[in-house]
Structures are given as structure tokens and as C-alpha cells.
Antibody
Framework: QVQLVQSGAEVKKPGASVKVSCKAS????????MHWVRQAPGQGLEWMGW????????NYAQKFQGRVTMTRDTSISTAYMELSRLRSDDTAVYYC??????????????WGQGTLVTVSS | DIVMTQSPDSLAVSLGERATINCKSS????????????LAWYQQKPGQPPKLLIY???TRESGVPDRFSGSGSGTDFTLTISSLQAEDVAVYYC??????????FGPGTKVDIK
């Protein structure tokens, strides 16, 4: 069965960086894009960007350009999202979510369990 | 970016009654080449990730109860829960996947029991 298992909670100081991992299993990792979505406490869902695990190509939401980097390691079927220059308003649960290649046009059918990132001095 | 809005922000419905949530996109999400609306609905319960309920505006994901239905086209869409059950208490989000460069969500609608 398809599973996306994310790394554990993180506490970071303002200005630091955080790197969240998302290990995929139960399907061909390179056959689906991985998206990242975050949710601040009590707030809605905010799409951050996607990575094509096959090519490594990425596309980031304008809001995060310059601060976010999405990478992957196909040998271990794992996607990563790194966010730098953290601020207190980056405190959120970060989710990875799978979808077919964007050219196919399909939403996110499987999600990770979420990783809480807390930014506090 | 395509901006998604939802109404109402929240609603309370009696068990067994109908719940209706509206979603509007700032531009059409209907692809004329295949006549499909690139609009999805998700359900999120507290402490859980979102769950895909409906895609192509009206196609239920496998395993989703048939009391959930989606309708609409172009820029205006509706999610209907025909007979609200206790386990349907959640926040519901619409999302457009028309733009391959930006997959925006609506702000969410919270559904409670009256």
C-alpha cells in the first residue's frame, strides 16, 4: 500500500533552516510528483511547491522562492523540503503529498502524516 | 495565481440533514480540450492530514461514501453532504489543479453538528 512517512517534529530558532524528509513506499517513486503543503496552527492549507522525482525539476510558490529547496534521493525513495531563514510565522505542520505528473492533471491522492516545525527563540 | 474562495466559513447541520459548501475560483478551471474541471475537494479531521474526497469536480475517490457529491463547472462549485453523519465533522477544502505551477486551496469550511 502507498505510504508517505515523514520525519519527526523539529524546533528551530529564527534564522535557522529546517529539512523535512518524506519517505515513499508502495509505488514507483519516480512516477509521481511530490508536493509540499503547510498548515499554520488553526489555519488553512498552503501549497509550497512540487518536485519531479524523476528529473529533479522543481516549481515553487512565489511566496517561498529563494527560501525553499526541494530535493530527492531516488535510491531511498525519499523527498526533502528545506526551508531557510526561518521566522516565527513559519511555525506549521508541513505535509508531503503525492500526485501524478502535473501534465496529467490530478490532485493529491496520498499524504504524509505531517511534520510540526516550531520556530521559537 | 488562481484564487479560491469558499462559503460559508462554517456551518452547523443536524444529523441526517444536508450540508452544502460553495467554492469559487477567480478564473475558470475547465479545460476545454477534455471538458474536465480541475477542481478537487478534501476533508480534514483534527490531527489528520487532508483526505481526497472528490476530483474532476464530481468524481468520488474510491471508498468515499456516496452521501458526498460534487457539482459545478467553470468557476462555481458545490460540495454536498446529503445526510450528515457524526463522522463528517471536519474542515472541507476545495483546490484547483488547473494551473500546473500553482495548486491553490480555498480557505476551508468547518462543518459541525447542530
Amino acid at each position: 500500500q502507498v505510504q508517505l512517512v515523514q520525519s519527526g517534529a523539529e524546533v528551530k530558532k529564527p534564522g535557522a533552516s529546517v529539512k523535512v524528509s518524506c519517505k515513499a513506499s508502495g509505488y514507483t517513486f519516480t512516477g509521481y510528483y511530490m508536493h509540499w503543503v503547510r498548515q499554520a496552527p488553526g489555519q488553512g492549507l498552503e501549497w509550497m511547491g512540487w518536485i519531479n522525482p524523476n528529473s529533479g525539476g522543481t516549481n515553487y510558490a512565489q511566496k517561498f522562492q529563494g527560501r525553499v529547496t526541494m530535493t530527492r534521493d531516488t535510491s531511498i525513495s525519499t523527498a526533502y523540503m528545506e526551508l531557510s531563514r526561518l521566522r516565527s510565522d513559519d511555525t506549521a505542520v508541513y505535509y508531503c503529498a503525492r500526485a501524478p505528473p502535473v501534465q496529467v492533471g490530478f490532485p493529491f491522492d496520498y499524504w504524509g502524516q505531517g511534520t510540526l516545525v516550531t520556530v521559537s527563540s | 495565481d488562481i484564487v479560491m474562495t469558499q462559503s460559508p466559513d462554517s456551518l452547523a447541520v443536524s444529523l441526517g440533514e444536508r450540508a452544502t459548501i460553495n467554492c469559487k475560483s477567480s478564473q475558470s478551471v475547465l479545460y476545454s480540450s477534455n471538458n474536465k474541471n480541475y477542481l478537487a475537494w478534501y476533508q480534514q479531521k483534527p490531527g489528520q492530514p487532508p483526505k481526497l474526497l472528490i476530483y474532476w469536480a464530481s468524481t468520488r475517490e474510491s471508498g468515499v461514501p456516496d452521501r458526498f457529491s460534487g457539482s459545478g463547472s467553470g468557476t462555481d462549485f458545490t460540495l454536498t453532504i446529503s445526510s450528515l453523519q457524526a463522522e463528517d465533522v471536519a474542515v472541507y477544502y476545495c483546490q484547483q489543479y488547473y494551473s500546473t505551477l500553482s495548486f491553490t486551496f480555498g480557505p476551508g469550511t468547518k462543518v459541525d453538528i447542530k
